[in-house]
Each structure stands twice: as structure tokens, then as C-alpha cells.
């Protein structure tokens, strides 16, 4: 009986083609190649002959001879690679792509295989050396290894960029509102404890150690990728499955008689072995101190784990976050219940009509999917699931939220007449984009309805450090040293401005003290309790007669309101756009403009033309518009310059604001009136940035207001009750290029 290595020799010989067939395949492909290359020569010859097109397909095959010529290369030079070198190089190659595509940064695709070439190369010159064998190539072979390590350390180690040279010299002044330090505890003391299962493996506060104990809920619908041998890890991990969910809370309460509004923070993504939701305790005991029930919810059995990598093809991607939506509604299910419960302990302490949601991350984004899931019927992408919430949630709070990782029925995900609040830190190595500014975007409010949103763009503020358990740096392991934590900024400050951004928007939206609505339209007006530094304010409410908002048509030469038109004379560029962030959609049209002394000597103008019937003004209206400068050419395509075509990245820009009356009676004022439109921020996250690819930069708006009665001092003749235009005077840069957005008159 032959033995097996013989039956395998054997079943080889008889898989293995023989020369003829390789001959007949290599043939094969030269015909496929010959016909491509005859249809597309057909198309440039009998079909509208040109030299042009004919140059175009000498060109474009060139190019394919390149893409061939370098694979011939590739495979030449690891045919000559001795075996176990190549094999070894083989092996090595898998994990170096996935942590470059894991990571995906130029510094790592450059960095790692030259880590990789020095390494190799300097130890297999010291094997020589000690061999005693050395020669002069083997010299050459370390020297290059050197190199190419010394390389990588000088991109891990060196200096970060000097960026945001314009704001060397700012510091955050101004006159603070007359208002208690909505970032001080207020005088409630504070009573902590716990509800959940009562059962969980790995922390005692939610095994013996609850207040109460909840019944779990029944998920698997929502969260599809508990499943197979990487669910059965997780499983394994915390005892219960997709159907059996627990609802698990740590809670911070007033002392005191109540009803106190209710607020639940949720965290977002994290390893799932090291538990997010502690990590919200500095907010909830401030929140409480001051009259709020606070409840960090327990999403940790939702969150990424290395074990997922045992089931490589259903890793989770996002796809979870409905459930972090309707596990918070399923949270406040709980709560309803105890408030109508005459015999809980939590009867009359809570006010369900005064609800909060604050969501981190992923969290984040739940949150808003939770506000647009709490007035359905049902799930939108299963039916079979069905709702029954209607809570009365007040406001929707967001931190550095991604945006779209789930979008009810393909959808971006809606918002209307909902006080709405996101924070973002340009310094985020985790989600380098305001995904949340798309969300801003999108939330609408109905005219005369008392709801606001608002968005803070803060510099040096990172991912991690909103949560006291994630820290500094926003990779985790083994990804950590990728990141440069040198320019953030200290975590005690930026959770600071968290608490303070925070807790006012509760104070406003749950507790009715209005009079802190000032601070989210200029962070200046909290200068005094907050760290010094630059905060992007952005913001838009109910109370404002809208006059263009970029929104109601294709046509750039109309406005929002009704009659309104807008011309542009002077400018060199004029366009309504559809602008992208970093690596996501704005989710907002609006006005690019540039102007440039190179092409126009007299001052551009930007002009909204009320039309026949002037805007309703008061004493105390504002105009009021959102800006950005925007890294584009200030030139129009095919003008030829030896000087720069983009403005300064590193200077501010002005223009004069100038309202006239129908009598022509004008009034300028500067726009540093309110405060020079500076740079967009600039952040580089990673180790050896110079060579990454990520944008610095993104489009961040920053909220303008001019009360109309400064232009009344300016000229008093000015007749305030019939105006007839508002202009943009570009006539304080030589060139400069801006996005504008929500030009109104506000109350």
C-alpha cells in the first residue's frame, strides 16, 4: 500500500497542468490583451478620428505599460531574494497591510516598511559582523538599515508642526454673563448608587451591589451582529446574548424632594473589557449637585473586543448603534415606571416631562437616533419591532459623535425643533472629523419655536479626555504611539469646558434659565469660566427671519426670504456648494466666495437685496451670519500668476459690514466689530505628520452677531424700520476666500 506522501505526489501529478495547457492559457491572455487593445484602437481610429484621441490612447497605454512593467519588477526582485528571506518577508507583509489600512495614515504607510527594510537589513549586517565574515557590501547592508531606522525614529520623535501661527497671540476676553459659574457644584447634596440585573460577571455594582434590579431586554433585532462563533465569544464574555440585555445604570440624585429632570449620559465604542461608563462620574456629580438626576448607562457589552477578530468577517462596524439608541429609550422605560409607581422610592423624584439625552462617540450619535426612534410606531427597518416610547426628550446633547454609521432607512438621520448641542476637539485622533457639524446641519427649527442648537469647535481637545477612563490617547493598543499627545490640551480643562458647555445647556433647556443662551453663541461670553483658549462658536434658533440660508434653490442669486435677491460684483469666485468635511459630507449648502486686488482694484461686494418689502427690525434685532475661511484659490481658473493663488493660511481676514436704508443712507461697520474671522484650525494628530495625508483642516462656521443698533450709531440717519441691503465689503484684505451660511435678522 503506497504511503501517503507517494498518494499526495500522485494527486499533485494529476492536478498540476501540463506544459501545453500553460502554453494554451499564456496564449490565451496575449489574445484578450490584443483585443482590448484593438477595441480601444478601433474607438480612437474609425469612430471621430483625432491626433488627440489618438495621443490619448498612446497615453493611456503607456500608462498600463507602467503598471506592468513595475509588477514585472516586483516579481523580479523577490525572484532573487534567497527563499527563507522571501518567505519570512511573505509572512511579515499580512499584518504590516492591516495595520496600514487599520490605521490608514501616510506615516504609517511610509513608516512601517522602512521600520521593516531597517530592521532587517541592520541585523542581517551584524549577523556578517559575527559570523567574521564582514566585507565592504555588508557595511553598505547596515548602514542602510541605520538609515532607514533612523528615519522612522526622526518622524516618531520629532517636533510637532508649528500650526495656527494667527492665534499665537489670542486670548479668550470679554465680559462674562452676570450668572452663577454653570461649572461650579450647585447646592444639592448628592446620593450615588446603582440598577442592573444583578447578575453581571465582572463588576460588583451591577451584581449584588444594585439599588435595583431590572429586567433585561430582548435586542437581537437591533444588533444583527451578534452572531455566530465572534457572538458566542461575547456571550461567553458576559453571560447573556443579544435577547437577553441587561439595563444597567450608575446614577447621581439630588437630595432633596424633587421632581428633578432627568438626564441620561451613554458612552460610545471602547474596548468592551474596560468599562466606559465610569468615566462620566465628574459630570454627574456636577449635574446632580445642581438638580439634576443623572444616569451614565451601561452600553460596555455593545463595544469592540479583540475577540472579534476570531470571526474576522462580522466585525463590528457601527452596525450596533441602533441598539445604543433604542437601549437608552428602553432605559427610560425603566424610569417611567418608577415614577408612576406609588410604592418605588423613586416616585415623585423624577420630572419624565424634562428628559436629556448626552451620548459620547458612537454614543453620540445614539442619542440623536434615539430622538428620531422615541415618536415612532416602530423600528423603521424591521416593523415587526414595535415602539412604544413618546418621552418628552427635551434636549440632545452630543459629544465628538460619528455621524452615519447607522442612518434609519438609508437616511441621514432627522431632527427638527429639538434644542441640539455638539462638542468637538480639533486635536481627535479617533474621529478626526466634526461629524457632528452634519448633524447640526440637519437639525431644523420651525420659525418662532423656542428651541436652539449649537456647536463648539475647541482647539487641543482630543477624543479620550471627555471621558476619564479613555485619557489622552484616542488609539487604542497596539496603535497608541501613532498618535502625538503633545499638543493637546491638559484633560482637567477640557473637561472643564465640557462641564461648563454642558451643564448650562441643561440649566436653559430642562430648567428654563435662558439667560445662558448668550454663552453658545460666543464662548467669550464665558471667558471667565473657562480655560484660555479658542472656541469655534456656532449657533441658530427659532427667533431669526432667515434671509439666506444656501437651502431653497439652485439658484445663487436668491435668497431664503421671499424677494430676496443676492449679486456678487467683484468677486472672482461665487458659488453655492455642498462643502465635505475631512472624510464626511457638511450636510448644508452655502455661499464660496473669494475676491482679489490682482483682478478687481475696487473692493467686491457681496449684496442681499430685500426687495420690495424691508425685514421686520426691532431695537434688539441682530444680523446675525455664519463664516469659515476656506482653503481654495482666491483666482479664477486659467489666470496666470507667478504670486500665491490662496490666501494666507496663517492670517485672519476682515471686510466691512454695511447696512443701507431705502433713502441710501449707508452704515459701515468692521467685522472685527465682533471678531476677525481667523484661520480654520489646523491639528495634526499623528507621529511623523509631515508626510501624512490627513487633511489639517476643516470647515468649521463660526457664528457672527451685529446688533443693528451699533450701524444706528455709526450713522443716526440710518432708518433701521426700512432697510433695503445688507453688504459684505471685502475692502480690509487685498484677497481672501470665505464660506458663508445663515444670514438672518435675529431677535
Request: aromatic share 12%.
Amino acid at each position: 500500500m503506497p504511503d501517503i506522501k507517494t498518494r499526495f505526489a500522485a494527486i499533485r501529478r494529476a492536478l498540476t497542468p501540463s506544459p501545453a495547457a500553460w502554453r494554451g492559457a499564456t496564449v490565451a491572455l496575449a489574445v484578450l490583451w490584443a483585443v482590448l487593445f484593438a477595441w480601444f484602437a478601433a474607438v480612437a481610429v474609425f469612430i471621430d478620428f483625432s491626433l488627440e484621441k489618438l495621443a490619448g490612447l498612446i497615453g493611456f497605454f503607456a500608462v498600463l505599460g507602467l503598471v506592468t512593467a513595475a509588477l514585472l519588477f516586483l516579481h523580479w526582485l523577490a525572484d532573487r531574494l534567497p527563499t527563507g528571506y522571501r518567505r519570512a518577508l511573505y509572512l511579515v507583509l499580512p499584518p504590516l497591510l492591516l495595520f496600514m489600512v487599520l490605521t490608514w495614515s501616510r506615516g504609517v504607510v511610509i513608516g512601517l516598511p522602512l521600520l521593516v527594510l531597517g530592521v532587517s537589513l541592520l541585523f542581517g549586517a551584524i549577523a556578517v559582523w559575527r559570523s567574521g565574515a564582514a566585507r565592504t557590501g555588508t557595511m553598505v547592508f547596515g548602514a542602510l538599515g541605520a538609515v532607514a531606522l533612523a528615519l522612522c525614529l526622526y518622524g516618531m520623535l520629532a517636533p510637532p508642526p508649528a500650526l495656527n501661527r494667527a492665534l499665537a497671540d489670542y486670548h479668550l476676553k470679554g465680559n462674562t454673563l452676570a450668572l452663577p459659574d454653570p461649572g461650579k457644584p450647585g447646592p444639592y447634596k448628592v446620593t450615588i448608587f446603582t440598577y442592573g440585573s444583578g447578575q453581571d460577571p465582572h463588576r460588583s455594582e451591577y451584581a449584588r451591589g444594585v439599588r435595583f434590579v431590572t429586567q433585561s431586554v430582548d435586542g437581537a433585532k437591533l444588533d444583527t451582529q451578534w452572531t455566530g462563533f465572534g457572538g458566542w465569544l461575547r456571550t461567553r464574555y458576559w453571560g447573556f446574548d443579544a435577547h437577553h440585555m441587561p439595563r444597567n445604570g450608575r446614577v447621581w440624585m439630588p437630595q432633596g424632594a424633587g421632581p428633578f429632570p432627568l438626564v441620561l449620559i451613554v458612552h460610545g465604542n471602547h474596548e468592551m473589557e474596560k468599562f466606559s461608563d465610569p468615566g462620566y462620574a465628574y459630570l454627574g456629580k456636577l449635574l446632580a449637585s445642581q438638580g439634576f438626576i443623572v444616569v451614565s448607562v451601561d452600553e460596555n457589552f455593545l463595544n469592540f473586543s479583540l475577540a472579534e477578530y476570531a470571526d474576522p468577517f462580522h466585525l463590528r462596524m457601527g452596525d450596533e448603534n441602533k441598539a445604543r439608541a433604542w437601549l437608552l429609550l428602553e432605559h427610560l422605560s425603566l424610569w417611567r415606571a418608577w415614577a408612576a409607581d406609588a410604592a418605588n422610592p423613586l416616585h415623585g423624584k423624577v420630572d419624565m416631562d424634562r428628559i436629556a439625552l448626552i451620548g459620547h462617540s458612537r454614543g453620540g450619535e445614539a442619542v440623536s437616533t434615539a430622538n428620531a426612534f422615541n415618536m415612532l410606531g416602530a423600528f423603521p427597518d424591521d416593523a415587526t419591532v414595535k415602539f412604544d416610547f413618546r418621552f418628552h426628550i427635551r434636549a440632545i446633547a452630543a459629544i465628538a459623535p460619528v455621524d452615519g454609521q447607522y442612518q434609519p432607512r438609508n437616511r441621514p438621520t432627522p431632527m427638527r425643533d429639538q434644542n441640539y448641542f455638539v462638542i468637538q476637539g480639533n486635536m481627535d485622533g479617533d474621529l478626526t472629523s466634526f461629524m457632528g457639524s452634519a448633524q447640526y446641519e440637519r437639525a431644523t427649527i420651525s420659525p418662532g419655536s423656542d428651541a436652539f442648537k449649537a456647536s463648539l469647535y475647541v482647539r487641543g481637545a482630543n477624543h479620550g479626555q471627555f471621558n476619564t477612563d479613555w485619557g489622552r490617547n484616542d488609539f487604542a493598543l497596539p496603535y497608541k504611539f501613532l498618535l502625538d499627545e503633545r499638543t493637546i490640551m491638559p484633560g482637567d480643562a477640557q473637561r472643564r469646558i465640557a462641564s461648563v458647555y454642558l451643564s448650562a445647556f441643561l440649566q436653559d433647556t430642562l430648567q428654563g434659565r435662558h439667560a445662558y443662551r448668550p454663552l453658545f453663541e460666543d464662548a467669550r461670553n464665558g471667558a471667565a469660566w473657562l480655560p484660555d483658549d479658542y472656541l469655534v462658536n456656532n449657533y441658530a434658533d427659532g427667533k431669526t427671519q432667515w434671509l439666506a440660508t444656501y437651502e431653497e434653490d439652485l439658484d445663487p442669486a436668491t435668497g431664503t426670504r421671499s424677494g430676496t435677491t443676492i449679486s456678487g460684483p467683484g468677486l472672482t469666485v461665487w458659488r453655492e456648494d455642498y462643502p465635505d468635511l475631512k472624510f464626511s459630507p457638511l450636510d448644508t449648502h452655502l455661499a464660496l466666495l473669494a475676491w482679489d486686488d490682482r483682478i478687481h482694484k475696487t473692493p467686491a461686494q457681496y449684496v442681499i437685496d430685500f426687495g420690495d418689502a424691508p425685514p421686520v427690525t426691532t431695537v434688539t434685532t441682530s444680523l446675525v451670519f455664519s463664516a469659515s475661511q476656506v482653503d481654495m484659490d482666491t483666482l479664477p481658473a486659467g489666470f496666470k500668476t507667478k504670486g500665491p493663488r490662496r490666501n494666507s493660511p496663517d492670517a485672519a481676514l476682515s471686510w466691512s459690514i454695511v447696512l443701507v436704508d431705502r433713502a441710501g443712507q449707508e452704515a459701515h461697520v468692521p467685522l472685527a466689530n465682533d471678531q476677525e474671522l481667523y484661520p480654520q484650525l489646523q491639528g495634526e494628530t499623528h507621529r511623523a505628520g509631515a508626510i501624512d495625508f490627513y487633511p489639517l483642516s476643516e470647515l468649521v462656521l463660526r457664528r457672527f452677531r451685529f446688533p443693528l443698533v451699533f450701524f444706528a450709531i455709526v450713522n443716526p440717519k440710518l432708518d433701521l424700520a426700512n432697510l433695503k441691503q445688507v453688504r459684505f465689503v471685502f475692502d480690509r484684505t487685498s484677497r481672501g476666500a470665505i464660506a458663508l451660511d445663515d444670514v438672518g435678522l435675529a431677535r
